[in-house]
């Protein structure tokens, strides 16, 4: 049985870092592109940014480019979102997923897999 199981969310000031992480067990986290979600009350489920299979591609969206960092512990099966410089629009469930596609670009990824997701809110 696949799972993708969240940890590390909380409250947060606007300004501050936080790094969630996502441990996988049942699937092999190098077989796969990984990638992180949100979703923030009363919107979609929106696509944040996605690393691929070894670590050496990643892509993020423009609203947290340059803010958010995706990496990944193979050895651990767990990959990582560390962000930086919170902003009050970052507050969301933050959603880890899987893509057994491990040729994919990041840009492309696709969820076959989802974690059940870890709040992140960010106050002023």
């Known amino acids: 049985q696949v799972q993708l199981v969240e940890s590390g969310g909380r409250l947060v000031q606007t300004g501050g870092s936080l790094r969630v992480s996502c441990a996988a067990s049942?699937?092999?986290?190098?077989?796969?592109?990984m990638g992180w979600f949100r979703q923030a009350p009363g919107k979609d489920r929106e696509f944040v940014g996605a690393?691929?299979?070894?670590?050496?591609?990643?892509y993020y969206v423009d609203a947290v480019k340059g803010r958010f960092t995706i990496s990944r512990d193979n050895a651990k099966n767990t990959v990582y979102l560390q962000m930086n410089n919170l902003k009050l629009e970052d507050t969301a469930v933050y959603f880890c997923?899987?893509?057994?596609?491990?040729?994919?670009?990041?840009?492309?990824?696709?969820?076959?897999?989802w974690g059940q997701g870890t709040q992140v809110t960010v106050s002023s």
């Open positions: 049942g699937i092999t986290l190098r077989d796969h592109v």
């Open positions: 997923a899987a893509d057994p596609q491990i040729f994919r670009a990041p840009s492309e990824f696709r969820t076959l897999y």
């Open positions: 690393i691929s299979w070894n670590g050496d591609s990643t």
